[in-house]
């Protein structure tokens, strides 16, 4: 199924559906890198992965939530304090949301 819509910075994989009415889709963000928030350095060595399941706007009357697989980098600076940090996938939802911010 091809999904009407771009979420911004990320991309689809597919569009599941698991039940009538709910559709579950996959995706993850661009880019190789996540940008540590406390020494504003790069990280590029990937720690671990996790996901997180928000609500989006309906798609064809089906109730959606996307599954995002967030990434965890190391931190390699010597001077920062932060061994790993998750990617932010801050223009789609704040921390700890459970909806997107287009849905909210
Ligand atoms: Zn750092």
């Known amino acids: 199924m091809h999904i009407p ?19 579950v889709v996959p995706m993850r963000r661009r880019g190789a890198s996540g940008r540590c928030p406390d020494c504003g350095g ?17 798609l064809s009357a089906s109730r959606t939530v996307l599954r995002i697989e967030v990434r965890r980098f190391s931190c390699f600076n010597p001077s920062c304090h932060r061994r ?21």
């Open 5 to 23: 819509f771009a979420i911004p910075g990320c991309r689809i994989e597919r569009v599941v559906e698991q039940d009538p009415d709910r559709l």
């Open 42 to 58: 790069t990280g590029r060595s990937v720690h671990s992965r996790y996901h997180r399941h928000p609500a989006d706007l309906p």
């Open 84 to 104: 790993t940090f998750a990617e932010s996938p801050s223009e789609l939802l704040s921390r700890r949301a459970r909806r997107t911010r287009r849905l909210a």
